[in-house]
Structure formats: structure tokens, C-alpha cells
Nanobody, 115 residues
Framework: QVYLVESGGGLVQAGGSLRLSCATS????????MNWYRQAPGKQRELVAN???????NYVDSVKGRFTITRNNARATVYLEMNSLKPDDTAVYYC?????????WGRGTQVTVSS
């Protein structure tokens, strides 16, 4: 059974920082690209950042220079460091992995940025 458990969300003022974590089990973590998505009210879910098994990263333009994705293979955990947060970053943030073509999602963690 694959489990993805996000944590670290909360309420923060604009300009603040949060660090999200996604603890995983049931997958061979080190061989998978790990993804962070977010979904704001009334909007489609969008890919925020991902990190490959080799450590290569990609970011959506709106978070470049502010967010950093990292991984700890020993802990089977992926992180999203979010700095200089803006009200537009308010969303539920989801961890995602695809194993043998099958997508798995966590339940999400709410991030709310007040102006």
C-alpha cells in the first residue's frame, strides 16, 4: 500500500515562509520523481515543482526563486521550502508520485497566506 502524508501547512503572512514535508511509504522512494501540486479554490490543480531520482528539479514560473524542492532518500521524504509567500500561493498542496503508471496522491495540506 502506498501512503503519502503531507504536513507543514498553515496560516502565514505575506512574505513569510513555510516548509512542507511529504513522508512516503510503500514505494521504492529513491527511484521515483516526486511532485508537489497545489489547488486553489475554483482553480485547476497545478504542478508546482518536482524532483527526479537524480535530484534534477523543475518549478512552475510563478514560484521560481521562492520555492525549493528537496528530497531525503534515507527518510523517503520530499520537502518544499516556500519563501516570500504571496496571497496567490494560498492553496491545498498535494504530494504526488506515479508508480508503474499509477498516480498516488496524499490528502493535502492547507497553506493560507494573508495579505
Amino acid at each position: 500500500q502506498v501512503y503519502l502524508v503531507e504536513s507543514g501547512g498553515g496560516l502565514v503572512q505575506a512574505g513569510g515562509s513555510l516548509r512542507l514535508s511529504c513522508a512516503t511509504s510503500g514505494i521504492n522512494f529513491k527511484i521515483h520523481t516526486m511532485n508537489w501540486y497545489r489547488q486553489a479554490p475554483g482553480k485547476q490543480r497545478e504542478l508546482v515543482a518536482n524532483i527526479s531520482e537524480s535530484g534534477s528539479t523543475n518549478y512552475v514560473d510563478s514560484v521560481k526563486g521562492r520555492f525549493t524542492i528537496t528530497r531525503n532518500n534515507a527518510r523517503a521524504t520530499v520537502y518544499l521550502e516556500m519563501n516570500s509567500l504571496k496571497p496567490d500561493d494560498t492553496a491545498v498542496y498535494y504530494c504526488h508520485v506515479r508508480r508503474s503508471g499509477v498516480p498516488f496522491w496524499g490528502r493535502g495540506t492547507q497553506v493560507t497566506v494573508s495579505s
